[in-house]
């Protein structure tokens, strides 16, 4: 096979109907970025304003209303074209294109998630050539085929479920209105002989200690009908490599080899076991042994199940690898661009690591944007990251008529198969949120007798799923019950998306839930002082203020930040306090979750938030923000999702109860302290107590203290509280969890009180604090006097004596006294009661 990649030469210009366009735009050739898109085009050109910043996006929105129609020229000789076969290999267009070779049409696309291979040779000739690919503005396409096939209901404004293209390039509640057309993928011409490899497909049908089995399954296209053959090797971590052909007798276009390995090394999430993997290469021959193609690839060799057996409580969500069953911590990835062609392997590797760093295991990737590319899965792979897959549904009733049937039925297949190679990829989901939708969002009305999508996610998806990979499991929704008969959210069966807590009420709420599984809660912040910086104009820098409100696009948003943030602290009155305490508060809320579902395994064996990552600089859920700073949530979810943690919670008693997770396979035993301490830091009552926790367990230890409930009153005898300036401390070896009586706003906290000290040394600050009063989640947010410093942790809690010191790297001249005091050094103590 020979490629010749078309990536040179390309210009853009706006195409169709002109009247949205810009005077100074409307017959423009620009220079385009292949792979890439329109929005980074005009960018580039100087046409365009950064639509990430202030509220330039509101004045791009003609984009999504033009055609578009990109145009390159290239020379291909006549030996090229002597191949029996010559392929246009359009590996992810965006969205509604037609293909045209020197003016003929050589092929049309309708869904951005699948790649197209056009036969080119006709159209081509010897010497230079002219391609053009004239795409259908996505907004009207979509608006076309909703009239056309009847209106379904869609969260936002745009009928994103008309068109298969990532659904929040149409707008999210934290993304831009950014509708884009392009080439977001790379584009060839390949020319071949006899025939070549349509897919390969590695199964591994078991794998235990002592032995595993690859079932590896080839496809191919075929020129002509003679035999071939297929060979494999798989070379494993230590050198050793199985070899086997196979011939593909004439006129058939599959064939399989099992591959057995004895005493393989198995692939484990991380925390879990090591990550080995085999390489695993694939040849297809000809007659005489041509070589025609070589396919290659990194795989695992693990198993993986989803056990959903019947228990007492309902049934078990519980994802097992080689049989181990995994508390699957992490959280849910979205486009980690609006432009996602931007997403280099260095950024992908970098979040990712973000992922691993703060001790996550798991990454969702959500219906509402793509399926990752290659390099994503496998660098999870390598970092034994888990993931899991939606197919690309989301927030949506969607029509099952065609073409939608066909074009959704090719998408599954072309992924399906794409990703068995990978083993980080544990489970396929068919939707997001969609079934919830049907059952709580007054869709039915609208919906009538139409389809909506259950067959989908029902039928075709899990039976394209078993025919192609039966090695992974399949779930229909998130949430989902696992019956169309029992609730979306029912506690006892599946898995659960907790949302009351932010929407409506406070992250306590939590506490109200005992999920099989949570693959959703979340609390929104601000975005960190650096990236408000970038994205808005000084002036600007408000909590009301027309830009930053621009960059909160939840509905109600700002109200709800508020509202969660009021029950916990006064409303600040300066943009300082007001970024620490909605980042605390939000850092709070999504610990407090974690916390408490950690402390209901085994019944509940999943807690991924919403969401790691963001695709602009906005007020989000997230805790890594637009810029790839991380907020506060960020070093906290590297505590609460650390392997081994202490937590007190309020359990229905009334009563509180300290938990001992140990997420290793060592048993962790010693002493535990559990006692009541007092901000002044003198001791009450308590005492030693000997624990043995057992790999992979929870150890529950009955604390003689009652969780203070609405109404009552510190000191009041009869439910044991003491004082507001109580603590509840368990300490474990170098862990700690404190208990406070009563939130922020109704604690009297000491005013802190520290000694601090900075040093800096060949581009390296210590910033050193040492508590002289409790110091309750302090932080430093370097980032105000450097907007490249990340500081090593933030939201420690000191009590009256200890130290921590904060490091980050800087080349600049920071002062003394702003590195330590507030706005940059923050600490909790300054918003109690006053
Ligand atoms: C759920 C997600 C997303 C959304 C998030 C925050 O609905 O599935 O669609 O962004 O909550 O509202």
Redesign the pocket.
Known sequence: MTKLPLHANWTVKAAGDLSNVPADIKEKSIAASVPGCVHTDLLTAGLIDDPYLDRNENAVTWIGRTDWRYACSFEVDAAFLGHDRVALVCEGLDTVARVEINGTLVGESFDMHVPQRFDARAALKAGKNELSITFASPLNYAEALEKKLGALPH?EKHPFNYIRKMACNFG???GPALITSGIWQPISLQAWNVARISSVRPLVLNANAKSATVEVCLEIERHDNGPLTFSTALTGPDGHTLFQNVPIPANTSRANVKLDVTDPQLWWPRGHGEQPLYDLSVNLMGQGGVELEQWSSKIGLRTVKLNTAKDSIGSQFTIEVNGQPIFCKGA?W?PDDCFPHRVDAARYRRRIEQATGANMNMLRI???GIYETDTFYSICDELGVMVWQDFLF??AAYPEEEPFQSLIEAEARHHIARLSKNPSLVIWNGC??NIWGYFDWNWKDKIGSRTWGLGYYTRMLPSIVKQLDPTRPFWPG?PYSGSMDIHPLDDRHGNK?V?DA??QKDYTVYRDYAPRFCS?F?HQAPPSYATLRRAVPSSQLRADSLSMLHLQK?QGGNDKLHARLGEHFELPSNVDDWLYLTQLNQARAVQTGVEWFRSRQPVCMGALY??INDCWPVT??AAVDGDGRPKPLWYATRRFFADRILTIQPESDGKLYAYAINDTSEAWQGQLFLGKVNFDWTQGPGGWKTVFIPPRSVLQVPLEYYAKRAGQKAGDEATNIHSESDLIMVQFGAHRALWYFDTDKNLKYPAPQYDASVKSDEGKYFVTVTAKTLLRDLALFADRLDESAVVNDQLVTLLPGESFTFVFESSRNLPEKALTSPPVLQCANRFGKK
Do not use: F, Y
Request: proline fraction near 0%.
């Open positions: 969260v999210w509640d934290w849910n979205i959500w219906g509402g989301a927030c997001n949120e998130s998306h949302w932010w929407n959703e979340g939840a919403w969401q989000s859920w």
